[in-house]
């Protein structure tokens, strides 16, 4: 017997039970994604074939005949949120423990959801999170044998959580920093970030990370709990900014982690990077385009205070953890620009030549003191040495307004590697074509580089400022090759070598009188001799720091090059880590962050002899009034996103 026909007005009033649901966010059949197939919804409610009816209506509709068809384009997909799966089906008694447990993983996914997705910078895949039903296995005495019973949702992630990309980040301004759930934050700085943020119109974005528990703990009240101030600066998910920085809002780095990205250099594939976490770090990555500058991966620092438990890796973490931030700027061609802000105990904090005390900022602060990148005079490059001191090595024409010296204003300048030791490079010896090299490009006379030294000093002097060289090793260069007398047969230099030679033999003397009398051992530099010879004029101006002994800055080691290490070991930045001492060196070219040791870069990336892929950047350490220190990289002759404004004086004046 055929099938009744089913009357318009069912036929019609079904249409409508499944477009309501479409529109409730149950998806069409054939498709997924939302809340649960529409059709099978309504099957199993009223128990009526519905996908089958649905067919049977779209084959009249294809035949052209009066239909009344689902409007798929009804459907209003639900809000993206953390997925729910259930557990295996069970039969009987565990059923309902099922149930339990899917109720569990929906409640649980509900405020995953929300915590990830409320704040300025939601979490656009949440879906990435899956949380299971999660049933356990449990020995009943009663019934003597095993039952089964709803367990602690479990949390999983398919894919890296990630917040919109900001696609065009030129002309833009940001503020990193990083949070603790349940931990106190600290107010004042936090008052000081906002009011910085207004004044650089820069947005703040907080990563947040858990200790103790996680953001995805069922039972924990605490585990989503972050300073309610905060919550709309939250970023739990990645944060592409122009093709070349990122933010790693997802990482979730244990805050008593003590190298927090020493395995994340390569994480960011490329880009600059900034990871939430409260201990400084930062590392160049080297490119494999010797014309492209590496990029750096950094922390943030936090601005919730230490919160940890009293266990060794705990205690140690609190006196690493910073309370700061690190402002990352973008220029209006799109190159990168960050900065380090470290808070006092007051929550004040400097950045550049800007003060920010009791949610006030004010600027023309002098700097305390920069350590530039290592200088080697003879290999500077024009347009850094431009944007670093405001003039041109090449003539002393044009100036550069606004320069880093120029805004910064600092006490203290200290210079690392100012002579190069080009023409007597003890890596040329007896390299024909390199002494060939340097007699075609003029370049053969050491006592010219000598001179150029002592006028880069000159240059730099000023009245309320002191220069201090961190002697390194290409300054001692000069007094090996005249120790090693390889001034002879070396053209142009033979008389200069000898006179050099002479002088060092007069400083043996001295102190061979000296040891042999229980005096003091004079303190002797070759360069130094051979400059202040020539330019007597930089008096004490210019203060030398010789090699293996020490200057501080308000604690802070300012003289050690950085190429000696300890007991006689070769100078490296983890050496000197462990050594528990604040310091700012020279030396690798490569800048650093670790463990309370700044590392500088170069101020030319080219050296000739440095080849292949290269961490060298050109980054000066600066140190504020209060002790803290920031690295700023310059790119492509630009220390800030600000043009540069280069002062030409009239031909006349030129001349
Ligand atoms: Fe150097
Ligand atoms: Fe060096």
Not at 396 to 406: C, I, M, P, Q, T
Not at 592 to 599: A, D, F, H, L, T
Not at 622 to 628: E, R, T, V
Not at 638 to 645: D, L
């Amino acid at each position: 017997m055929p099938t009744p026909p089913v009357p318009n007005d069912e036929r019609a009033r079904r249409k409508a039970v499944v477009e309501d649901l479409l529109k409730l966010g149950y998806h069409p059949q054939g498709q997924r994604g939302g809340l649960a197939s529409a059709t099978k919804t309504a099957e199993r409610r009223e128990g009526i074939n519905y996908p089958r009816w649905v067919r049977d209506e779209e084959a009249q509709r294809d035949k052209g005949k009066p239909h009344y068809a689902v409007d798929w384009s009804l459907y209003i997909p639900p809000a993206p949120a953390a997925t729910v799966t259930r557990g295996a089906e069970e039969a009987g008694e565990e059923l309902s423990a099922e149930d339990h447990a899917h109720k569990r993983a929906v409640v649980l996914s509900t405020e995953v959801t929300n915590l990830i997705t409320s704040s300025n910078y939601p979490v656009i895949n949440p879906d990435a999170i899956l949380i299971d039903s999660y049933l356990v296995r449990r020995y009943d005495r009663s019934v003597g044998g095993y039952v089964i019973k709803e367990g602690t949702p479990r949390t999983w992630m398919t894919d890296t959580l990630r917040v919109a990309p900001i696609t065009n980040p030129r002309n833009q301004n940001f503020i990193f920093t990083g949070a603790q759930n349940d931990a106190p934050i600290h107010e004042e700085f936090w008052a000081n970030l906002l009011a910085y943020a207004d004044f650089l119109n820069a947005k703040i974005v907080v990563g947040p990370w858990t200790y103790e528990t996680q953001w995805w703990a069922e039972n924990n009240p605490t585990a989503r709990a972050y300073a309610t101030e905060l919550s709309p600066y939250l970023c739990f998910g990645q944060m592409k900014i122009g093709d070349n920085f990122v933010f790693c809002g997802e990482m979730n780095t244990l805050p008593t982690a003590s190298q927090p990205i020493s395995d994340l250099v390569t994480y960011s594939r490329g880009r600059w990077a900034v990871f939430p976490h409260a201990k400084r770090q930062l590392k160049s990555v080297p490119s494999t385009d010797p014309n492209v500058q590496a990029h750096q991966v950094m922390t943030s620092g936090a601005v919730t205070r230490p919160k940890v438990i009293p266990r060794k890796a705990g205690v140690k973490s609190i006196f690493h953890q910073v309370v700061g931030a690190t402002v990352v700027q973008f220029d209006d061609e799109g190159d990168v620009f960050c900065r380090q802000i470290s808070a006092s105990d007051d929550g004040s904090f400097y950045d550049l030549d800007a003060r920010v005390a009791n949610g006030e900022v004010t600027t023309s602060h002098r700097v305390r003191a920069i350590t530039f990148a290592d200088i080697h005079v003879r290999k500077l490059d024009p347009a850094n040495t431009m944007a670093t001191f405001g003039w041109d090595m090449r003539g002393n024409v044009a100036k550069y307004r606004n320069s880093v010296v120029d805004v910064l204003n600092p006490e203290h300048m200290i210079y690392h590697d100012i002579f190069d030791n080009e023409p007597g490079n003890h890596h040329h010896v007896g390299d024909n074509a390199y002494s060939y090299e340097m007699a075609i490009r003029g370049r053969d006379s050491l006592e010219c580089e000598v001179l150029q030294c002592g006028d880069f000093l000159l240059r730099t002097l000023g009245e309320d400022r002191l220069g201090i060289v961190a002697e390194g090793n290409h300054d001692l260069a000069l007094e090996k090759y005249a120790r090693e007398g390889r001034y002879r047969n070396h053209g142009i230099n033979v008389r200069f070598g000898l006179q050099l030679e002479d002088a060092y033999l007069g400083h043996v003397e001295a102190r061979s009188h000296a040891i042999d009398n229980d005096l003091p051992v004079p303190r002797f530099s070759l360069l130094e001799y051979a400059i202040r010879q020539k330019y007597p004029q930089l008096g004490d101006k210019i203060e030398w720091c010789h090699d293996g002994y020490s200057r501080l800055i308000d604690g802070i080691e300012v003289g050690n090059h950085g190429f000696r290490g300890a007991n006689g070991a070769k100078g490296t930045v983890n050496g000197f880590a462990k050594m528990g001492r604040k310091m700012t060196i020279g030396d690798k070219h490569s800048p650093e962050i670790n463990e309370g040791v700044y590392v500088s870069g170069a101020m030319n990336l080219r050296h000739g002899y440095n080849k292949g892929p290269s961490g060298w950047a050109v980054s000066h350490v600066i140190q504020y009034a209060d002790g803290k220190r920031a690295l700023i990289t310059l790119q492509k002759g630009k220390w800030r996103p600000e043009k540069p404004v280069i002062r030409m004086p009239a031909p006349s004046l030129a001349a």
